[in-house]
């Protein structure tokens, strides 16, 4: 057996770490790595499903060996703590080979703010992969929902601080869904800044959304219907000052919607209404105002005619069956393909001219004094006339544009109690 109090010089200091390396914690180990003829030490440790060695600014002396097993033991404290990698790197970066410690500590939230802002412009949208475009409606109000509304709160000629933080938080009530975006928007820019000691904060922050939405209105195909004889002036005399051309465009976008399940916007993108219209892949898709397409597919693309994209990007949807109106098409005119032509001011902001159809669409069912006034409820009915007539959940998910999950979990929530006898 060695005597290590009778060894002297690099045979000590390999042998001292040979002892010390066993003391790391469970997880995380020590090792030796040589280059340029000069010695240092790594971290070894699991994190996902890789196994990675790390550098963490300690060299093969005895300080520095007893260093690295101190910073191995936080090492293995802050992966349990964690929730995503990145926030991991950014506390290793801080913590463990002292990066920028002083710089970030001083960054202001301005300087974060732009940190955030380059990087969500740099990067594709989440759905469509699409690159995102400074000058694009649509993109700007993601980035004002997403951040922007809630880092104007934010004093940002400070540096970054916990109780900014907490106190920006503090304008949102927990629980709310508002309160779970601003959470995560603040965490985004922590990260961004790597500021371990605002990360750590945040992350220990209760974010879950416990309170919903109870206003949401559901609708049932019956009572479209009446709806729209009303509006139309089949049932009911219209006052003389009704403007029933543009009583009938709109109906139509609102039957189409819920003929294929749309979202406003999408109807207002549709490809091929009066013209055939080739898919990428050389497909024609006859006009839907073509009286020999029977099928009535129809293509729905990227933008809008106003220039505002679409929530999933280019796809095709079919007309949802309903098993007591069995030719919707026809019976709702939907082959007229009698779009309206409303644009809005060209002096709008990107917000209004981003909410155009959604805010024009609420204000006509508002005028012409209807109980209905969310469109998205035509949207779900389709998704239930589907699922009454028991189309196939996967395709129907793939015509409306969305997830089995997002069609089984969150487009139940508007069922009328009509629709489910």
């Not at 703010?113 to 989440?126: G, N, Q, T």
């Not at 406003?264 to 839907?288: C, H, Q, R, W």
């Amino acid at each position: 057996m060695t005597d290590s109090n009778k060894l002297i010089g690099y045979e000590a200091l390999r042998a001292l770490y040979e002892s010390i390396k066993a003391s790391t914690p469970k997880g995380v180990g020590l090792k030796r790595e040589t280059k340029g003829g000069k010695s240092y030490l790594q971290l070894q440790f699991t994190i996902g499903d890789k196994r990675v060695a790390k550098a963490c600014n300690c060299s093969f002396t005895e300080d520095g060996i007893r260093n690295a097993v101190l910073k191995a033991q936080k090492v293995a404290e802050a992966l349990t703590k964690f929730s995503t990698e990145s926030e991991f790197w950014a506390w290793y970066d801080s913590e463990v080979l002292g990066k920028s410690r002083i710089k970030n500590d001083l960054i202001t939230f301005g300087e974060a703010i732009k940190l955030v802002e380059d990087e969500f412009w740099r990067s594709k949208a989440r759905t469509t992969k699409r690159k995102r475009d400074r000058s694009n409606p649509s993109d700007i109000k993601s980035w004002t929902d997403t951040y922007g509304k809630f880092y104007k709160h934010l004093p940002v000629d400070k540096a970054m601080s916990v109780s900014d933080f907490m106190t920006t938080l503090g304008r949102w009530e927990p629980g709310t869904k508002a309160y779970k975006v601003a959470v995560s928007a603040m965490r985004k820019l922590a990260r961004s800044a790597e500021n371990a000691v605002c990360i750590e904060k945040l992350n220990k922050i209760d974010s879950k959304q416990t309170e919903f939405r109870n206003d949401l209105q559901s609708v049932d195909i019956d009572l479209f219907i009446k709806i729209r004889d009303k509006v139309l002036g089949i049932t009911e005399k219209l006052h003389p000052n009704a403007r029933l051309d543009s009583r009938k465009d709109w109906m139509w976008v609102f039957s189409t919607q819920m003929v294929y399940g749309l979202r406003i916007s999408e109807v207002f993108a549709i490809l091929n209404l009066t013209k055939p219209f080739k898919t990428p892949d050389g497909v024609t898709i006859p006009a839907l105002n073509d009286p020999t397409n029977k099928d009535n597919i129809i293509a729905i693309g990227e933008f809008t005619d106003i220039g505002t994209t679409t929530k999933t990007g280019f796809r095709l949807a079919v007309p949802i069956p309903h098993p007591r109106y069995p030719d919707l098409v026809k019976q709702l005119e939907i082959k007229a393909c009698r779009k309206p032509n409303n644009k809005p001011r060209e002096d709008s902001c990107p917000e209004t001219i981003a909410k155009f159809y959604s805010q024009t669409a609420r204000a006509k069912l508002v005028k012409w004094h209807l109980d209905l006034t969310q469109t998205h409820a035509l949207r779900h009915l389709a998704n239930m006339n589907g699922r009454t007539s028991g189309v196939n959940p996967t395709a129907l998910a793939q015509s409306l544009g969305h997830s089995v999950q997002m069609n089984e979990n969150t487009y139940t929530k508007r069922v009328a109690t009509k629709t489910k006898l």
